[in-house]
Nanobody
């Protein structure tokens, strides 16, 4: 299983980006998906997650109301729509997938990871 993340870049404060994560090597019809991020010198932190089939969406308090996680089953792709970006959102963003249906999402519970995509919010 391989995850290919893309969509990062440089954006001004208040701007928007959509990250994509294409999953190859296996079709997922269940399990969990998530996005994490990591700033230099800090630990990887949870950003957003859900069941692959939906119904258990969760967001970090810092991104609630601004970010949205979705997926396209037919394309085996996970998305993270980010609106109202702030300088503190600057980080490397990672997508993650597991075959298990999780109620809490921590990095150690995810088996498959994308390579990360850099998001920089700056004027």
């Amino acid at each position: 299983v391989q995850l290919q993340a893309s969509g990062g870049g440089l954006v001004q404060p208040g701007g928007s980006l959509t990250l994509s994560c294409v999953v190859s090597g296996r079709m997922f019809s269940s399990g969990s998906m998530a996005w994490f991020r990591q700033r230099p010198g800090e630990e990887r932190e949870f950003v957003a997650g859900d069941l692959w089939t939906g119904g258990n969406t969760a967001y970090a308090d810092s991104v609630k109301g601004r970010f949205a996680i979705t997926n396209d089953n037919a394309k085996n792709t996970v998305y993270l729509r980010m609106n109202g970006l702030l300088p503190e959102d600057t980080a490397v963003y990672y997508c993650a997938i597991t075959a298990f249906s999780l109620t809490t999402m921590t990095p150690d519970l995810f088996r498959y990871w994308g390579q990360g995509t850099q998001v920089t919010v700056s004027s």
